[in-house]
Nanobody, 119 residues
Framework: QVQLVESGGGLVQPGGSLRLSCAAS????????MGWHRQAPGKQRELVAH???????AYADSVKGRFTISRDNARNTVYLQMNSLKPEDTAVYYC?????????????WGQGTQVTVSS
C-alpha cells in the first residue's frame, strides 16, 4: 500500500515562515506530479502548488512569490516552503501525488496538516 505522510504544520505569526514536508512510502514504482492543496474552514479545497516529475512548478495566484514547492525524487518527498505568511493562509494543507504502484497510476492524498497564521 502507498501512504503519504505530511509534517511541518503549526502556529506561526503573520510574516513568518513554515516548511511542510510530505513523504510517500510503500509499493512505489514511479511518482509523477506532486502537489499541495489547502482547505480553510467553510471553504472548498483549493490548489496551492504542484510540481511535475521534471520539476516544473505552478502556483495559485494567492501564493505566488511567497511559497515555493520542491521535490526530492530520491526520498519520494515533496516540500512546500511558505514565507511571508498571512492570516488568510490558515488552513489544513494536504499533499497529493500520482503514484504508480503495481499496475496503474493513482492519486493519493495525505492526512492533512494544520497551518495557523495568527498573532
Amino acid at each position: 500500500q502507498v501512504q503519504l505522510v505530511e509534517s511541518g504544520g503549526g502556529l506561526v505569526q503573520p510574516g513568518g515562515s513554515l516548511r511542510l514536508s510530505c513523504a510517500a512510502s510503500g509499493s512505489i514504482r514511479s511518482i509523477n506530479n506532486m502537489g499541495w492543496h489547502r482547505q480553510a474552514p467553510g471553504k472548498q479545497r483549493e490548489l496551492v502548488a504542484h510540481i511535475t516529475s521534471d520539476n516544473t512548478a505552478a502556483y495559485a495566484d494567492s501564493v505566488k512569490g511567497r511559497f515555493t514547492i520542491s521535490r526530492d525524487n530520491a526520498r519520494n518527498t515533496v516540500y512546500l516552503q511558505m514565507n511571508s505568511l498571512k492570516p488568510e493562509d490558515t488552513a489544513v494543507y494536504y499533499c497529493n501525488a500520482w503514484i504508480l504502484d503495481y499496475s496503474a497510476y493513482a492519486k493519493y492524498w495525505g492526512q492533512g496538516t494544520q497551518v495557523t497564521v495568527s498573532s
